[in-house]
C-alpha cells in the first residue's frame, strides 16, 4: 500500500512517512526514496559521470540561489510540490502571508501537504484567522489523501467531541 507521498518514481515502492528518508529533486520536484538516490549516487560515482536527477536527468545544482531559481521555475509551471516547499520555506522565515499564498495555491491544485499545513495555519492562526470549519475542511481534505497526521488529528477531533465511533474509525 502506497502512503499519502505515492510511490518512488524510480523503484515503484512506497515511500517512506518518514521525511529523512527521501530526496525532493528540485529540478523536476520529484520525491526520490534514499535507496534510489543513493543508487545512482554510486552509478555516477563509479563511472566517473557528472551529478544528475535520477528522474529527469537534468545536472544536479549545488548552490542556493541555483537551487532556488529552479524552484520558481517549478512553481511557475504550477507544480503543487514546488509551491508547498516554498511554502514551508516563507512559514518557518514568519512569512506567514506568503506561506499561506503558496499553501492555497498547492491545495487548490491537490497537494494533500499543503492542505494539512492551511489546517495548521488556521488552528493556531498563523497569519489568518483562527477557524475551525476551515481547519477541518482542510484536514478532512488531507485525510481524504490519506495523510496521517490528518487522519489522527481528526480522530483526536472526533473524540474530544464525545463522537468516540467516529473517533475510532
Not at 523503484?11 to 528518508?21: F, G, Q, S, T
Request: aromatic share 8%; net charge negative; hydrophobic share 30%.
Amino acid at each position: 500500500d502506497s502512503s499519502h507521498l505515492g510511490d518512488c518514481p524510480i523503484c515503484c515502492l512506497p515511500l517512506p512517512l518518514d521525511a529523512e528518508k527521501s530526496v525532493i529533486m528540485m529540478c523536476c520536484s520529484k520525491v526520490i526514496c534514499d535507496g534510489c538516490d543513493y543508487a545512482n549516487q554510486i552509478r555516477e560515482a563509479d563511472a566517473s559521470l557528472q551529478q544528475r536527477c535520477p528522474f529527469c536527468r537534468k545536472a544536479l545544482v549545488f548552490t542556493d540561489e541555483e537551487r532556488n531559481k529552479q524552484k520558481k521555475k517549478r512553481i511557475e509551471a504550477n507544480d503543487p510540490v514546488a509551491m508547498t516547499q516554498w511554502g514551508k520555506k516563507q512559514y518557518v522565515k514568519g512569512n506567514y502571508s506568503s506561506a499561506f499564498e503558496y499553501f492555497t495555491r498547492a491545495a487548490e491544485l491537490g497537494d494533500v501537504l499543503a492542505h494539512y499545513q492551511l489546517a495548521l495555519m488556521h488552528h493556531y492562526g498563523d497569519g489568518v484567522e483562527k477557524d475551525k470549519g476551515k481547519e477541518m475542511y482542510h484536514l478532512e481534505e488531507a485525510a481524504i489523501g490519506g495523510h496521517p497526521y490528518a487522519r489522527y488529528n481528526i480522530g483526536c477531533n472526533e473524540w474530544n467531541n464525545g463522537h468516540t465511533e467516529r473517533a475510532v474509525k
